[in-house]
């Protein structure tokens, strides 16, 4: 049985900010969208413990403009107790992109939970697309920039933009640890949907954009999936 197969959609919005986690108080966007940026937009348009996706290339239909905005920020984060607003404020700065589009190439790629074809997954995704339809409403690095998504057009033309972006965030690896129990999150497999204790852990690569387009590695993948497994840390 086929395992994977091929989707694409068009993503675009006012503002974007893919945070480069090096600026540990300012907020400063990546020149372009990440892949774990454009795997949480596919994820919001349509996803199922059944499959995953691989982000395979991102094009940048615009590349938009940098723009400098003062933001009310929270130092804390909500818990049980209240939160005041007036002693857990701070004024930021955020270095921003403003009208952004991009074009995501991405693989659904089928886990052990899977019963059905991977086809039943990529037109029930082309569907939605064509209509709109989305789970919750997908953003551009953070729930404030909201973004619009559509098929991709006969007019949609990559720009031939080249840029060294150096090292880039790629996504978090979710570690199943007893011994460390930072957080709690899903685990989907073959056995069914549970809840388990551990960590993230980020994965970074270097990335180039050559002719528009930002290619992911697949060998980024299967550091993932070796760290996710317990095959492979790093400390």
């Known amino acids: 049985m086929q395992r994977r197969a091929k989707v694409q959609v068009k993503v675009w919005g006012e503002y974007a900010c893919f945070t480069r986690p090096e600026f540990k108080v300012e907020r400063v966007s990546y020149p372009t969208m990440?892949?774990?940026?454009?795997?949480?937009?596919?994820?919001?348009i349509f996803w199922k413990p059944e499959f995953r996706y691989e982000i395979r290339q991102i094009g940048i239909l615009c590349l938009g403009s940098q723009q400098a905005i003062l933001r009310n920020e929270l130092t804390s984060k909500q818990n049980k107790k209240p939160i005041l607003i007036e002693n857990d404020r701070?004024?930021?700065?955020?270095?921003?992109l403003k009208h952004v589009a991009y074009w995501i190439i991405a693989d659904i790629v089928l886990t052990k939970r899977a019963v059905d074809p991977v086809a039943k997954y990529r037109d029930q995704f082309n569907r939605r697309v064509e209509r709109?339809?989305?789970?919750?409403?997908?953003?551009l690095g953070t729930k404030e920039f909201a973004a619009y998504f559509s098929p991709i057009g006969e007019g949609d033309v990559v720009q031939p933009v080249c840029m060294d972006i150096g090292t880039m965030f790629f996504d978090?690896?979710?570690?199943e640890n007893e011994s460390r129990k930072e957080m709690e999150f899903l685990r989907h497999d073959e056995t069914g949907t549970r809840t388990v204790s551990g960590f993230a852990q980020p994965v970074?690569?270097?990335?180039?954009?050559?002719?528009?387009?930002?290619?992911?590695?697949?060998?980024?993948?299967?550091q993932l999936y070796a760290l996710e497994d317990g095959k492979c840390f790093t400390h």
């Open 34 to 44: 990440t892949p774990s940026a454009a795997r949480g937009i596919l994820e919001a």
């Open 90 to 96: 701070a004024q930021r700065t955020s270095l921003i």
């Open 132 to 139: 709109g339809q989305y789970h919750h409403t997908p953003y």
């Open 172 to 175: 978090f690896a979710f570690i």
């Open 204 to 222: 970074f690569f270097e990335a180039k954009v050559e002719n528009g387009w930002l290619h992911v590695p697949t060998e980024n993948y299967q």
